[in-house]
């Protein structure tokens, strides 16, 4: 485990000398603008159309980033054949795709962080103080980290066994629909086909149900989230990513480096 | 293990450094995956504690796979692999092994001092111990001024030092180099053969591969010619080289003298003077044929046959463009 510890830190390293921090400075631009500019063009609901552009840009950047950097984490390493004199140390291979996945989400944790500070200076500026109910801003901050470290987790299982592009549809694919799942799920109550609604179900179970995760319209109107959503979400992102790092060892340590 | 003694690693302290038995690799090709290509076929053999061992073969013999089934970058297709007396799918033996992969490529944005330390974390080293080690290390491969320049500013050769320097850093018992000459100007290559000496000095063993057979000659104890993914032969090379003799050769300018005419017809012109091999038997009657056509003698050397002809002998020229042996489709 230590020697996965020390994998992710240099992934992490490799993330900030790689200047993929750098989205930081287009976040505060994008929040600094939205601050000046909705108090002059939605009189009354500031706070919700800040709050939503804010924490819609943090999911989609943290995705693109989870996305494009989680593909390149394996394949990289192995087109640039970095990977082999990693792997001659007393290195598992289930201990360098561990490292590798701690590494991206430790990157995107800090970057989700920091865009997470933007936001509530932005709140301040717009509220002139920060308030408890704002909490619920916090709990889909967190939510938006728990999706992205199974979006990284898909990204990685792909990255064991097909070329970057691939990976990248694969992934990216799996997000969309994971997104929709709610709606895949109720194809077959639609159409009234109970082969159709079987399939649907099965494959609306396979895929990561990303709707549970979005409550940016309920932290935007100050609802309170309740604890128990909180500790599905962790409990279900924390079995998800097991599943599907589980299934990246087993293809990867299988694989042959050419 | 039964009787072998072991050490705090649970590696056993005798037997062979490197064995391989039976080792074949085939890859799967085309579109379909379907054609079988096999990179290396049936190979046994036996590299001991101590020795230098020199792996040569022509580009696409079969070294680096090899080399890489050693180090579990790759999974043989039959046969088994043992180093220190453990399976290679022992990953906790790797702290016994130094490995330089062939044109070597870290990660760029470190600097060679990061890499080095991030590299000795795996072996557990404090951070005393890791400076101190990465120090000596850029020391010994002539890059102690250039520690703190990040590596994507390094040159092929730069690198190729680096890796030498990772190979060494935890001080194994077995190194494992593929063309550690690779990309290196002359006195890069005197260094490299000194750490390599100096490693043999110490007791490890080390087998390194190479197609420079004058490098081999030099620092192997044993060499082993591979070709089309077989062994073609293994032995030390003084033996190979420095038994047979192939007859003399007389290096001589020519005279005016009686006989001088029949002499030339079977002497090789190499400018101004010319050169003539003979048996061992002939070679009295030919220095007084030489003598009496007038000609002066300027060397008399015995002709021995090279690595470089033990190789080709081995292989074969047509052999040597072989890459790899189909063994036809599933």
């Excluded at chain 1, 990255?159 to 997104?179: D, H, K, Q, R």
């Excluded at chain 1, 100050?222 to 599905?232: K, T």
């Excluded at chain 2, 050169?275 to 061992?280: Q, T």
Aim: hydrophobic letters at 50%; proline letters at 3%.
């Amino acid at each position: 485990m230590k020697r996965a510890g020390i994998v992710a830190w240099n992934t992490f390293r490799e993330a900030v000398r790689d200047r993929v921090l750098y989205n930081l400075v287009f976040f505060a631009l994008l929040m600094i603008a939205a601050a000046l500019l909705v108090g002059q063009i939605s009189i009354g609901i500031e706070q919700i159309v800040i709050v939503t552009l804010g924490l819609s840009a943090i999911s989609l950047i943290g995705i693109l980033m989870a996305v494009f950097i989680g593909v390149g984490l394996v394949s990289k390493e192995m087109e640039k054949r970095t990977l082999y004199a990693l792997l001659a140390k007393p290195v598992r291979r289930w201990e360098f795709l561990l490292g590798k996945f701690a590494g991206l989400a430790l990157t995107l944790a800090v970057n989700t962080a920091a865009m997470a500070t933007g936001l509530a200076g932005a709140m301040w500026l717009v509220q002139g103080s920060l308030r408890a109910e704002d909490a619920a801003v916090l709990v889909a901050v967190y939510f938006i980290l728990l999706k992205l470290a199974i979006v990284v987790s898909l990204a990685l299982l792909f990255s064991c066994f097909t070329t970057p592009l691939l990976s990248t549809l694969f992934t990216a694919g799996l997000y969309v629909a994971g997104v929709f799942a709610p709606e895949i799920r109720a194809i077959g109550k639609v159409t009234g086909n109970a082969a159709l609604d079987a399939v649907a179900m099965g494959f609306s179970y396979l895929l990561p149900n990303f709707d549970n995760f979005n409550v940016i319209a309920a932290a935007a109107h100050r609802r309170a989230i309740p604890g128990m959503l909180v500790a599905q979400n962790t409990l279900y992102a924390a079995v998800y990513c097991a599943i599907a790092l589980t299934g990246a060892t087993m293809i990867f340590s299988r694989r042959n480096l050419k | 293990m039964t009787a072998a003694r072991r050490n705090a690693n649970n590696t056993p302290m005798t037997g062979p450094a490197i064995e391989t038995e039976g080792l074949t690799k085939d890859y799967t090709t085309g579109f379909w995956l379907a054609k079988k290509k096999r990179s290396l076929d049936n190979l046994t053999m036996q590299v001991e504690r101590g020795e230098v061992f020199g792996f040569l073969g022509p580009n696409g013999a079969g070294k680096t796979t090899t080399i890489k089934l050693l180090m579990g970058l790759t999974f043989p297709s039959a046969g088994t692999a043992r180093i220190l007396g453990r399976p290679v799918s022992d990953v906790g033996m790797h702290n016994e092994i130094g490995y330089l992969p062939e044109q070597p490529y870290f990660y760029d944005y470190l600097t060679a001092c990061e890499l080095l330390d991030y590299f000795a974390r795996f072996h557990g080293y404090g951070a005393a111990e890791r400076r101190e080690r990465v120090e000596r290390m850029l020391k010994k491969v002539g890059l102690e001024t250039a520690g703190k320049i990040q590596l994507r500013k390094y040159s092929k050769g730069m690198l190729q030092r680096v890796g030498v320097a990772q190979a060494i850093l935890h001080d194994p018992q077995v190194v494992i180099l593929d063309e550690p000459m690779s990309g290196l100007d002359p006195l890069g290559r005197r260094e490299v053969r000194d750490i390599i000496l100096e490693l043999k000095r110490a007791g490890r063993t080390v087998l390194f591969s190479t197609h420079i057979l004058g490098d081999a000659e030099m620092l192997c104890d044993r060499v082993g010619v591979i070709a089309g993914g077989k062994l073609r032969g293994v032995g030390a090379p003084k033996e190979i080289v420095g038994v047979q003799s192939h007859g003399m050769e007389i290096l001589f300018e020519p005279g005016s003298g009686a006989g001088a005419a029949g002499i030339l017809e079977k002497a090789v012109r190499m400018g101004e003077r010319y050169r003539i091999e003979v048996a061992e038997g002939e070679l009295y009657g030919a220095i007084e044929q030489l003598r009496a056509a007038g000609a002066k003698i300027l060397s008399v050397v015995q002709v021995r046959q090279t690595l470089e002809d033990y190789f080709l002998e081995l292989i074969g020229a047509e052999q040597a463009r072989t890459s790899a042996v189909e063994v036809g489709e599933k």
